[in-house]
């Protein structure tokens, strides 16, 4: 009876003895099979994981990008205004007064257009004079042109024309080209003087400063 109940206590401890064999091998299987699910995780999950973290990141500097533009251009435009309120556009006109060189760089009998966008005038030399002419048309202030083989000053404007004496003949212009104060310098060049205006109509063309004797 003894060895019976000694082999029955066995018995019943080879099952015991084999639970831990049974637990050995779960505990290591489990690893495998956290490890099987992790490679079961489809890429799509991980990699929309990062892009949802990025896009927002991205957008974010984007932003920021725009409003430092913006920042920087509304700076700029605001110190441009304050350059300019400081430094005002400022007209540089020509002088009113100026010398044209000797009487001997212009031809008799011809008109002389080398000053007109210079200075806005025509010099004439005849046998006995030399005067200065204004460019301007006295019909609406248009610049009229020199038409050399026609001898006359032509506005482009309305058709005034004028002889080579200022007169005017057509058109439009109801008056003469002006004349301008003219007189030798001390160093013997010619020097005209635009602030002192010589008109026809006004009897001032016989005025000795409207013209030069040569
Ligand atoms: S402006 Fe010269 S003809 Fe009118």
New binding site residues.
Partial sequence: MAEEEKKRQENQEEPEDSIPVSEESATEAEPMLEAKEVKKQPPASVGKGSIMDEMPRRSFFSWLTIAWLAFAAATGGFLTMIVRFLFPNVLFEPPQSFKIGFADDYKVGEVDIRWKRQHAIWVVRTSEFIYALSTV?T????T?NWLGNERKFK?P????GFRKSGINFE???PRPLERFKIALADDGQIFVDKSKIYQYEKGQWNDPESFLKV
């Fill in positions: 048309c019909h609406l202030g248009c009229p506005c404007c309305h058709g005034s058109g439009p212009a």
